[in-house]
């Protein structure tokens, strides 16, 4: 077993490696209702709090309309913890038992987009405009790729932290030992089959060798 496997196997006294263990967890395998409530009493923590309305749409959106008694039960236990806005957001989402009448949000810590809420409009440079504004605040505020990449899966964006591991491996084979471990992470806690595969198929072509750590977790994803 390799380390960072054996790393995400033992339960971390880290609230912040926990929690972007889970939202990963949450990405992959979204019906796990266990992974969401641990998410939920996690970001119940002071320091994960700007994260408890992300985990919020995250439970809701993968409940639907059912589970109802669930989610009341989690959300008056950790309502007093959310901003008015959003706690009214989720209110009505409760008892509406759907989105269908509320404006499309992605709350930050949310990995889960919902396909019932009302559309706004939207254009690519809109879209644009907030992958820029992400960038920004990145090269602002960080100054290493790994540490952008924990950001940026914390707050729910997993193809963005992807991304961008994925692109400084290809820029610098000499760093590709050090971010390596991050990526695989990222694979094998989202269960990302299609990417990772992707990717070792770019690495063999530009002779790049795959590492034991590699070949283990391509062993896992046989059975994603």
């Known amino acids: 077993m390799t380390s960072f496997l054996s790393d995400s196997n033992t339960k971390t006294k880290d609230p912040f490696i926990h929690w972007r263990q889970l ?9 796990n209702l266990d992974n969401h409530t641990q998410r939920i009493m996690l970001a119940m923590d002071i320091h994960l709090q700007p994260y408890l309305s992300g985990a919020f749409q995250d439970f809701f959106i993968t409940l639907k ?5 669930l989610k009341e039960k989690m959300f008056y236990l950790a309502s007093p913890l959310l901003e008015s806005y959003n706690r009214d957001y989720f209110f009505q989402w409760l008892e509406e038992e759907s989105d269908a009448n509320l404006d499309c949000m992605r709350f930050p810590g949310s990995a ?4 019932s809420c009302k559309k706004v409009l939207t254009t690519i440079s809109n879209e644009e405009d907030e992958a820029s504004t992400l960038n920004n605040f990145l ?8 540490d ?3 950001y940026c899966v914390a707050y729910g964006c997993i193809e963005e932290a992807q991304k961008l591991l994925e692109l400084e491996i290809f820029k610098d084979e000499k ?3 050090l971010l390596e471990p991050e990526l695989l992470y990222i694979y094998y806690h989202s269960q990302n089959k299609k990417a990772l595969n992707e990717m070792s198929q770019k690495l063999l072509k530009i002779k790049r060798s795959l590492s034991k750590d590699w070949q283990t977790v391509q062993n896992f994803a046989k059975d994603w």
């Not at 939202?23 to 019906?31: E, F, G, H, Q, R």
């Not at 090269?139 to 790994?146: A, G, H, L, Q, V």
Request: glycine share 4%; charged share 20%; aromatic share 4%.
């Open 23 to 31: 939202t990963l967890n949450v990405k992959a395998n979204p019906n």
């Open 65 to 69: 309309e059912t589970g109802r008694p």
């Open 112 to 115: 889960l987009i919902s396909t």
């Open 139 to 146: 090269n602002e505020n960080y100054d290493n790729p790994i």
């Open 175 to 177: 760093r590709q030992q």
């Open 148 to 150: 952008k990449a924990h």
